[in-house]
């Protein structure tokens, strides 16, 4: 009796080790982020390296509420910076904090498969992918990290993710941006 692993199973357990390494990343980033919210508020103080911090815990957390949505301090300094380097800060610290869900979809497939709505999520990217990664990006929605964990179980490259992500994350953050601060200037001169 030959008790040596063969490829497949040394492939398994390895893939079930980095899924389980993966999850406890991200559900100790989430425990942080929740345990440090009132710290991070006073992240916005220092300005866009402050927002770039905000936006990238906001993000990093997986299918966690965050007591005040990394967007929502974002729009709140709105009035107070340049609209397009709050843009770029956000978006791209968004975008970054977003790659939680495509680690845990790459090195946790075996953890969340069989699940339906990564199943489904999984469909569509197989047909629709960028689209569906831009426009989910840019709508105000907490499942993106379903989409972010079908991109990694489906091996969509991580540069591609980023750069769609991105793309949304820009558009949202944009008319974020430019919305909050028409409206605070409108309600509060400053």
């Given at each position: 009796?030959?008790?040596?692993?063969?490829?497949?199973?040394?492939?398994?357990?390895?893939?079930?080790?980095?899924?389980?390494?993966s999850t406890l990343?991200?559900?100790?980033?989430?425990?942080?982020?929740?345990?440090?919210?009132e710290?991070i508020?006073?992240?916005?103080?220092?300005?866009?390296p402050?927002?770039?911090l905000?936006?990238?815990?906001?993000?990093?957390?997986?299918?966690?509420?965050?007591?005040?949505p990394?967007?929502?301090?974002?729009?709140?300094?709105?009035?107070?910076?340049?609209?397009?380097?709050?843009m770029?800060?956000?978006s791209?610290a968004?975008?970054?904090?977003?790659?939680?869900?495509?680690?845990?979809?790459?090195?946790?497939?075996?953890?969340?498969?069989?699940?339906?709505?990564?199943?489904?999520?999984?469909?569509?990217?197989?047909?629709?992918?960028n689209?569906?990664?831009?426009?989910?990006?840019?709508?105000p929605?907490p499942?993106?990290?379903?989409?972010?964990?079908?991109?990694?179980?489906?091996?969509?490259?991580?540069?591609?993710?980023?750069?769609?992500?991105?793309?949304?994350k820009?558009?949202?953050?944009l008319?974020?941006?430019?919305?909050?601060?028409?409206?605070?200037?409108?309600l509060?001169?400053?």
């Amino acid at each position: 009796m030959n008790i040596s692993a063969t490829p497949s199973t040394r492939r398994a357990w390895t893939s079930i080790v980095i899924g389980v390494l993966s999850t406890l990343l991200v559900v100790s980033l989430t425990i942080y982020a929740y345990q440090m919210r009132e710290q991070i508020e006073l992240l916005q103080q220092y300005g866009y390296p402050g927002i770039f911090l905000i936006e990238i815990i906001g993000n990093a957390t997986i299918f966690a509420w965050t007591p005040i949505p990394a967007s929502v301090i974002t729009a709140a300094v709105a009035p107070l910076f340049h609209p397009f380097l709050l843009m770029i800060t956000a978006s791209t610290a968004a975008s970054l904090g977003e790659m939680t869900g495509y680690a845990l979809g790459q090195g946790g497939a075996s953890l969340v498969e069989n699940r339906p709505w990564v199943e489904r999520a999984a469909r569509w990217m197989q047909h629709y992918g960028n689209t569906i990664i831009t426009l989910a990006a840019a709508i105000p929605n907490p499942f993106f990290d379903a989409v972010g964990i079908a991109a990694g179980m489906l091996k969509i490259p991580l540069w591609k993710f980023f750069v769609f992500c991105l793309l949304g994350k820009a558009i949202n953050r944009l008319a974020l941006i430019l919305i909050a601060s028409s409206t605070l200037r409108w309600l509060l001169p400053i």
